[in-house]
């Protein structure tokens, strides 16, 4: 590879926003699309719970409320502190089960409540004089950094004398006079509006009832604190993994329709991952000269057949022959190898963009490249989903095995007889037919047919991944295997059938090329 080429590695970014925001500081705003669907809707101030899978662009939304501009003269702080957050986390997990959740919870509440107001003083500390007060009140008993505020959280909680904790909350409020830092917070907030973002973890033991509890807690102070203080200028975002958030919702969550209210959830559709791919190639090109002529001008980048058009068609081509010589669209063969997600696309374009580097023919895309760069992607986008749910399911890896061999379009019956291949991998008295129908179900490796088309071979199939709710099969459904799985699972592909994991209009998109 080039000397050139090499400075091209990668040239659709990187696949994790932090490692972007790491390396392009300031010009990560230049990349990052503003015209996803929910943009918008999560900076309302009818907004504070965020919900998306691993990859769906939790961080790079928290990020973007860093720049936005909906809120006017606002600032953000950006409770992203892996290391310290998870340690928040399970000192909070560490109360017992003997207390009703019905208690515990509530408790919990007023935990949080103080994490984020030091962490809000914190952030503040420089620039009113009456926080800086307290805080050099607060230095006498011990030093607040960022950090220090976890670290002070925790030697005020005492697990599992829930008493005990209750005072010490009680005492910081006198000691460290935070009603009158919160005065003097308000007092600029409504002019200086300030966006509290916290990104929580992106795997939980869903079977830690402590640890749930705690994420609970905090979804519930979340829709508390937005209700009192959103109309004053304080806005909170709180991400939640949708790994996990059924699991609130339907069991922890004491009041989910008070604690839930108006989720915005990271759902991507095909045009909107068509436009935001096409973005980040479009702003590399452009700054390394290599745009071809067909590329300008772009008038509307909301316009995604003009995008398709002018910054798809002319790099990856319109169509492909697959692995099985069929033909398909281009775009639609690299899709339907996600499950709808930005970060699994750049993965598979990177992939098939450095084969193209390497034989020095990039920015043109040819059919080798796709083929075999979404062959040797795919298995690392599977393994992903596999271990984003290591925590959820014990081995989940083992588990998935047992649809090895499988039919990519099978009646949902046959998932029962896969199911008791699995019963030595489960915990004692996890398994049932059930549980491993939730299992495949979640993980987005089994869907339902929703439409054929038996004279093109596409069958649209619904996934769990691209709902707000579960997906629920009967014994009379037909299921299809996501295309991703294919190699890892050795799946036998029917002759002619290409299993789409997303709805769309076939027959504009066959037509359109799409």
């Known amino acids: ?18 490692k972007e925001v790491l390396v392009m500081k300031d010009g990560y705003e230049e990349i990052f699309f503003e015209e996803a669907p929910f943009n918008e809707p999560a900076i309302s101030e009818n907004a504070y719970l965020i919900i998306g899978r691993r990859g769906s662009g939790k961080t790079a939304l928290a990020h973007f409320f860093t720049f936005q501009k909906s809120i006017p003269n606002s600032r953000c702080v950006d409770v992203n502190e892996p290391e310290v957050y ?77 008493r005990a904790t209750e005072a010490n909350l009680a005492r910081l409020n006198e000691e460290g006079r935070l009603d009158h830092a919160k005065a003097a917070i308000f007092s600029t907030s409504a002019d200086r509006p300030l966006i509290i973002a916290i990104d929580t973890l ?24 937005h209700a009192k203080y959103a109309h004053r200028g304080l806005h ?21 329709l008070k604690s839930a209210k108006h989720p915005v959830h990271l759902l991507w559709r095909p045009k909107d991952l068509l436009r935001l791919i096409s973005w980040r190639l479009f702003k590399r090109l452009q700054k390394n000269g290599l745009l071809l002529p067909e590329s300008v001008p772009i008038r509307r980048w909301d316009d995604s057949k003009e995008v398709f058009e002018r910054m798809w068609v002319p790099y990856f ?92 379009i099978f009646p949902a019956r046959e998932l029962d007889k896969r199911a008791k291949e699995t019963a030595t991998h489960w915990p004692p008295h996890q398994y049932s037919l059930y549980n491993f ?35 629920s099969l009967s014994t009379q459904d037909e299921c299809v295997i996501h295309p991703m799985f294919y190699h890892r699972l050795n799946i036998t592909v029917k002759d002619g059938t290409k299993v789409m994991p997303f709805s769309s209009d076939r027959s504009v998109s066959e037509r359109e090329g799409i």
């Open 202 to 225: 992106e795997q939980y033991d869903v079977s830690n009832d402590s640890m749930m509890n705690a994420i609970a807690a905090l979804v519930e102070f979340a829709a508390t604190f």
């Open 86 to 162: 998870r340690e928040v986390i399970k000192h909070l997990a560490q109360y017992p089960n003997s207390e009703p959740r019905e208690f515990i919870i509530p408790h919990l509440v007023g935990v949080w409540e103080a994490v984020v107001w030091l962490t809000i003083v914190e952030y503040l500390r420089a620039e009113l004089d009456s926080v800086a007060d307290v805080l050099r009140a607060q230095q006498r008993q011990s030093k607040l950094s960022l950090n220090s505020v976890f670290e002070r959280i925790k030697d005020l909680i005492v697990p599992p004398d829930h």
């Open 236 to 256: 909170i975002k709180v991400f939640v993994s949708g790994e996990v958030f059924p699991f609130l919702e339907e069991g922890v969550l004491l009041n989910p």
């Open 437 to 471: 129908r939730r299992f495949v179900v979640e993980l987005g490796i089994i869907g339902r047919v929703k439409r054929r088309n038996d004279e093109s071979g596409y069958v649209d199939a619904d996934f769990e991944y691209s709902s707000e709710g579960r997906l």
């Open 1 to 18: 590879m080039s000397r050139v080429n090499q400075q091209l590695f990668d040239p659709f970014g990187q696949e994790e926003c932090e």
């Open 317 to 408: 081509g319109r169509w492909v022959t697959n692995l099985r010589g069929e033909k398909e669209t281009t775009f639609s063969y690299m899709l339907r190898h996600t499950q709808m997600r930005p970060r699994q696309l750049i993965v598979l374009c990177n992939s098939v963009a450095n084969l193209a580097l390497q034989e020095e023919t990039f920015p043109r895309l040819h059919e080798d490249h796709l083929r075999e760069g979404v062959k040797t992607a795919e298995k690392r986008l599977s393994t992903e989903i596999i271990n984003a749910y290591s925590s959820v399911y014990t081995n989940a890896g083992k588990i998935a095995e047992a649809l090895s061999g499988c039919e990519n």
